[in-house]
């Protein structure tokens, strides 16, 4: 069975910081992994995903993620943390094949003026 | 863009009633979900269907049903709402693993 681990339950930055969101995972088999981000009393929406090839992908607003296939980790980050980044994110991974995904318990960004 | 739409933002429930939840997608989309998300807790599957009429248990399906008798609507039903199901309840589509999923905006149900 697959899991996700997402290292902080909270991580808070100053406006224009490095942002960083820690995922790690396990899978039995190659696997897809994805990022999702949800703002206040909405559903999640899709930031970026790995499935195959470059290992480093390009999300939505600027945000990027870099499989490790050795660290079996695929953490988030943003070069210069926005106000309006301020959400709770997802990480998520499903082995090749499958459809259900496997979700961690989110990491809350806190941005700071 | 594929949509995902739930019927309820909000709804408040008496302990006992029986809860559907709607949820209604428009890409032709084979796989749909239900999950519940606590704080803490991350998103937990509910139950997730493959085709019309098919349906699959989640991790937590007790005191959940649901229904999928059209390939665009899927609906989860709480038989005897109890507080414990007070929660957020995610709906979400996708054509394949690969693809990830689409979701709703959620509906935040509370069981007085």
């Known amino acids: 069975a697959q899991s996700v681990t997402q290292l902080g339950s909270h991580v808070s930055v100053s406006e224009g910081a490095l942002v960083l969101l820690r995922c790690n995972y396990s899978?039995?088999?190659?696997?897809?992994l994805f990022w999702y981000v949800q703002y206040p009393n909405q559903g999640l929406q899709l930031l970026l995903k790995y499935t195959t090839g470059a290992t480093l992908v390009k999300g939505i607003n600027g945000f990027e993620a870099e499989f490790k296939k050795s660290e079996t980790s695929f953490h988030l980050t943003k070069p210069s943390a926005h106000m309006s980044d301020a959400a709770e994110y997802f990480c998520a991974v499903t082995p090749s094949g499958y459809s259900t995904l496997t979700f961690g318990k989110g990491t809350m960004l806190l941005v700071s003026p | 863009d594929v949509k995902v739409t739930q019927s309820s933002r909000y709804l408040v429930k008496r302990t006992g009633e029986k809860v559907f939840l709607e949820c209604v997608q428009d890409m032709d989309h084979e796989n749909m979900f239900w999950y519940r998300q606590d704080p803490g807790l991350g998103l937990r599957l509910i139950y997730f269907?493959?085709?019309?009429?098919?349906?699959e248990k989640g991790d937590i399906p007790e005191g959940y049903s649901v229904s999928r008798e059209k390939k665009e609507r899927f609906s989860l039903i709480l038989e005897s709402a109890s507080t414990n199901q007070t929660s957020m309840y995610l709906c979400?589509?996708?054509?394949?693993?690969?693809?990830?999923?689409?979701f709703g905006s959620g509906t935040r149900l509370t069981v007085v």
């Open positions: 899978s039995s088999v190659p696997p897809y």
């Open positions: 979400a589509s996708s054509l394949g693993g690969r693809d990830g999923y689409t």
């Open positions: 269907s493959y085709d019309v009429k098919m349906k």
